[in-house]
């Protein structure tokens, strides 16, 4: 069983900053792609940001030159190092990895169970 455990959200002022870390454990053949989604209340989940397994990163417009996301590899972690936080950027913040249980099956999504950024003054 493969599970997607984040870290670092909360409450913050506009303007201030947050780092969320999103760790995988359990058993699994290999991670490709690692991100980050987010979601508001009668809204669908947006991609935020997403890295590669080589450090290729894409980000949503709204959240470029503000955001970044990086992994490390060894520890099977994403990060997602949030600054210049608006208020428009409170929602639930999701982790996501395509993981691959073994070298025969074909990969899938996995989910962590978010985690809750709110910016507010």
């Known amino acids: 069983q493969v599970q997607l455990v984040e870290s670092g959200g909360g409450l913050v002022q506009p303007g201030g900053s947050l780092r969320l870390s999103c760790a995988a454990s359990?058993?699994?053949?290999?991670?490709?792609?690692m991100g980050w989604y987010r979601q508001t209340p009668g809204k669908q989940r947006e991609l935020v940001a997403n890295v590669s397994s080589v450090g290729t990163t894409d980000y949503a417009d709204t959240v470029k030159g503000r955001f970044t996301v990086s992994r490390d590899n060894a520890k099977y972690t994403v990060y997602l190092q949030m600054n210049s936080l608006e208020p428009e950027d409170t929602a639930v913040y999701y982790c996501?990895?395509?993981?691959?249980?073994?070298?025969?099956?074909?990969?899938?999504?996995?989910w962590g169970q978010g985690t809750q950024v709110t910016v507010s003054s």
């Open positions: 359990g058993t699994f053949y290999s991670i490709g792609d």
């Open positions: 996501n990895a395509h993981v691959r249980i073994w070298p025969s099956v074909s990969p899938s999504h996995r």
